[in-house]
């Protein structure tokens, strides 16, 4: 490769490094930005939906058992996800108790260590200014920054599928002893991903290596010995939990993990995730804003990448290959969540810093200046419909309080500005500026009000107060599972179906009873007349929040 010179240690080809001085003040930069986004209130919000809760307490269920191995929800064998997510977060409850800023941990230090692992990656593929630029995209688009903040284990097999592909894109450009490591590295990673949330986390990265390899012509590179070394480390790493939890449960594990939650959910749906083919492709370009726009000028240079040639290159044709893969794996599959496709966005955050690069070395060609302009917009956009939902919202905006409102509007304006004179280095520093005032607002001003909105934490710990000695929490027309966090997993487990006990008429809850001296039903008001006019039922209101409200309820004859 012409004008450049050989990194002795790694045998990796290089060009000329920024100096001394600018490396750690953009890595600095970046990483603030990224602790930031990823951080900042990240306790101050009840657990979310369906998933946050039932994860936060299996792994409380962990952590106060000492059971490591056999993951359990509400006193049920519950094998809908692996391990890694229930150790990390058991982890965190031991150093910060048992809360939301602990379970959310392990999902932002996995964010925090993508961004870091695609910056030292990109500074050792010899992409000094593009590491900086596609590590700042990351950390500041949309989806990449939501997912951060719940306790799923999505974030986890991003940053292990990144992990993974790095390594093994290293391992192609190295030599020697570097070459081996980078493999190894590869294909340890793999196997944490696998811990992470199941056999997709080394389907979907040998898919991706498969294709690249073979456009890149490196099929050859990875021979027989390095298959064998990387099965023996794969294994290693993936057996910690998968060899004592099959030994331990044998069939059970193996049919309620493997096929039902794995080719049952991929071919049918069973779990209720439909959407059309082209759902993730939408989820993709919406989960990259402010940034999306930014992707039209570098389709355009698609056809023009020779990754035979040189590392950039190279590393931009497995990003495409890495978007494209789980793209099209997951559109065919019956169930759809905007989770499953997260791991591409560390490749979306190569393609476009590519051309966040471009534009910050001054290039001025049309495609790029529209998509600039399409992205102030943008900004402009959220910061306008930022304020007005405030304006809309109880939620006092007087004094600092209205500066803080408006502070991502004028950010945006500012942005714009910086454009039209032709700043465009200011103008992306401003775009990242809007996404982190954007956080800021947000957290101080939105999540003491939403609280009660989206999260039913509140009303769970007034029914977990209540509860008597022996009685439980169950579900009445009304999939809730905030609860089973909130009151420290004393809910109903139906052991027939392995979940939460769920009740879809006053039979099933009549039927409960027979065995429970009453239960806390968690419902709708509008099931509650019906509940309190069953000749069966004793009723006693408990509390509300909202729509929901909790009910204790018990058979008339264990009154007698």
């Known amino acids: ?13 290089v060009e000329p490094q920024p100096s001394a001085k600018q490396r750690p003040f953009a890595l600095i930069a970046v990483l603030a930005a990224s602790a930031f986004a990823f951080f900042f209130g990240l306790g101050r919000l009840g657990f979310l939906g369906p998933d946050e809760p039932r994860y936060a307490e299996v792994a409380r269920e962990m952590f106060a058992g000492g059971d490591y191995i056999s993951t359990r929800l509400c006193g049920c064998l519950w094998f809908e996800k692996p391990a890694l997510l229930y150790w990390l977060s058991a982890t965190g409850y031991r150093l910060f108790g048992v809360n939301e800023l602990a379970a959310r941990l392990p999902s932002a230090l996995a964010a925090l260590a993508t961004v870091a692992l695609l910056y030292a990656a990109l500074r050792r593929l010899a992409l000094p200014r593009l590491a900086p630029a596609a590590s700042l995209v990351l950390a500041t688009s949309g989806i990449f920054i939501a997912y951060a903040r719940v306790a799923t284990p ?19 450009k190295a030599s020697g002893r ?12 793999m196997g944490l991903a696998v811990l992470a949330k199941g056999l997709v986390g080394v389907v979907l990265v040998l898919a991706i290596l498969a294709v690249y390899f073979w456009v890149a012509g490196q099929l050859r590179s990875v021979r027989w010995r390095d298959c064998l070394v990387g099965l023996v480390v794969f294994l290693a790493v993936a057996g910690t939990w998968y060899v004592p939890v099959t030994m331990r449960h044998g069939w ?3 049919e309620e993990f493997f096929i039902r939650h794995h080719f049952e959910r991929y071919t049918t749906n069973e779990f209720g995730h439909p959407q059309p083919f082209y759902f993730f492709l939408l989820v993709a370009l919406a989960g990259t804003a402010p940034w999306a726009f930014m992707l039209v000028p570098a389709a355009g240079r698609l056809r023009s990448l020779r990754p035979r040639n040189d590392n950039r290159d190279s590393l931009l044709t497995l990003a495409w290959v890495w978007v494209a893969v789980p793209l099209v794996f997951f559109s065919v599959s019956e169930s759809k969540l905007p989770g499953y496709i997260l791991p591409i966005f560390p490749a979306l955050a190569v393609i476009i810093g590519a051309e966040v690069e471009r534009v910050w070395q001054g290039d001025r060609s049309r495609a790029l200046r529209a998509a600039l302009w399409m992205t102030a917009l943008a900004l402009a956009g959220i910061g306008f419909a930022f304020v007005i939902y405030l304006h809309r919202e109880p939620i006092e905006t007087g004094g600092w309080q209205a500066v803080l409102a408006g502070l991502p ?19 992306i520093t401003g775009a990242a500026g809007v996404v982190v005032s ?14 009660n909105e989206v999260s039913l934490k509140s009303l769970s710990l007034e029914a977990a107060a209540a509860l008597r000695p022996r009685e439980k929490i169950g579900f009445y027309l009304k999939k809730e599972f905030a609860p089973v966090f909130y009151a420290e997993g004393r809910v109903l487990c139906d052991h027939r179906r392995g979940t939460t006990f769920y009740a879809l008429h006053q039979g099933m809850v ?16 509008k099931w509650r007349e019906g509940l309190e006019k069953d000749s069966r039922f004793t009723t006693e209101f408990i509390a509300s929040q909202g729509e929901s409200l909790a009910l204790r309820v018990a058979l008339k004859k264990q009154q007698n």
Request: glycine share 4%; net charge neutral.
């Open 154 to 172: 999505d974030m986890i097999l991003a940053a292990t599928m990144s992990a993974a592909l790095l390594a093994a894109l290293l391992f192609t």
């Open 1 to 13: 490769m012409r004008g450049s010179t050989l990194d002795s240690k790694a045998k990796i080809i």
């Open 438 to 451: 954007l956080i800021l607002a947000s957290v101080i001003l939105l999540v003491p009000g939403l609280g």
């Open 178 to 189: 570097a070459r081996s490591i980078y493999w190894m590295l590869s294909c340890l990673f």
């Open 510 to 525: 009549a039927d409960a009873l027979e065995s429970e001296p009453s239960l806390i039903l968690i419902t709708d008001s």
């Open 252 to 254: 059970s594990f193996i």
């Open 409 to 427: 509007l004028a950010m945006a304006l500012a942005s714009a500005v910086a454009l039209a004179m032709h700043k465009s280095r200011a103008f």
